[in-house]
């Protein structure tokens, strides 16, 4: 975890009182949480992005490409160049809880080389690499244009 940058740790919404009537509980609220949690959220303000927007949203599943309907084409050809090929092929399951925490972690400052967390994500209770090079080292792929 990056020490550089403090945290809150306070909570700052919780449930809503009881009424006393039970009501089955809905597929968009069951999964949210329902106070801020520092292990899965940088901030308060990630933890908001997260419960009034990303939660709510569905994630679009990656495709298959069938690279063998490329190979003798440019596609093809820059895949192969490139040693895309593990890159391209089936994707894995994704685990949509937390790609929306991903998504709800991202800061403005990605970009900003000024900025103490740049270029890194938050999640579950430490910093992530997340740059172009960290994605390639990740695959095993060279840095090409």
Same mark, same amino acid.
């Given at each position: 975890m990056d020490d !550089? =940058?403090?945290r809150s740790k306070k909570p700052t919404q919780v449930?809503?009182?009881?009424s006393g009537k039970r009501n089955a509980p809905s597929k968009k !609220?069951?999964?949210?949480?329902v106070t801020y949690d520092d292990n899965k959220f940088e901030t308060e303000t990630a933890w908001l992005v997260y419960k009034n927007d990303t939660s709510i949203r569905n994630?679009?599943?990656? %495709? %298959? =490409?069938v690279t063998s309907?490329?190979?003798n084409k440019l596609l093809g050809q820059v895949i192969a160049r490139n /040693?895309? /090929?593990t890159f391209v092929v089936t994707p894995h399951v994704a685990y949509v809880e937390i790609v929306k925490e991903f998504y709800a972690n991202i800061h403005y400052d990605i970009?900003?080389?000024?900025?103490?967390?740049?270029?890194k994500v938050y999640m579950r209770g430490q910093y992530i690499p997340f740059s172009p090079l960290a994605i390639l080292r990740y695959y095993g792929?060279?840095?090409t244009e």
């Open positions: !550089t =940058m403090p449930a809503e009182p009881s !609220t069951s999964k949210q949480p994630i679009i599943p990656e %495709r %298959r =490409m309907d490329f190979a /040693k895309w /090929k970009e900003n080389p000024d900025h103490p967390k740049y270029r792929l060279d840095n």
